[in-house]
């Protein structure tokens, strides 16, 4: 089995910053593709960053395009989401997921195959 456990939520004002962390542990896996995901109350589970693991290569969300950058540390097996220029509606539950399987559409929460259990981010106004 795969663990993957979430950091660095919290409360911030808006236009502030947080950094999340993601660590994966567990059975030896190969992973391609790891990526951050939210969801607000009420809504759905939605896409916000994610990053080639074989490549490097990176992609996000429109909402957040600018102001948030997803990193990595191979050696650490981290993952990272940060955080800046806040705003209130960025207020969610935070997810990192990671994909074991090539192929993936890296912006589908569907094509993920292991989830964290979330970490809050509430931004006040």
């Known amino acids: 089995q795969v663990q993957l456990v979430e950091s660095g939520g919290g409360l911030v004002q808006a236009g502030g910053s947080l950094r999340l962390s993601c660590a994966a542990s567990?059975?030896?896996?190969?992973?391609?593709?790891m990526g951050w995901f939210r969801q607000a109350p009420g809504k759905e589970r939605e896409f916000v960053a994610a990053?080639?693991?074989?490549?490097?290569?990176?992609f996000y969300a429109d909402s957040v395009k600018g102001r948030f950058t997803i990193s990595r540390d191979n050696a650490k097996n981290l993952v990272y989401l940060q955080m800046n220029s806040l705003k209130p509606e960025d207020t969610a539950v935070y997810y990192c997921?990671?994909?074991?399987?090539?192929?993936?559409?890296?912006?589908?929460?569907?094509?993920?195959?292991?989830w964290g259990q979330g970490t809050q981010v509430t931004v006040s106004s």
């Open positions: 997921a990671v994909v074991v399987k090539r192929g993936y559409n890296h912006s589908d929460k569907g094509a993920y195959d292991y």
């Open positions: 990053i080639s693991w074989t490549t490097g290569s990176t």
């Open positions: 567990g059975r030896t896996f190969t992973r391609y593709g």
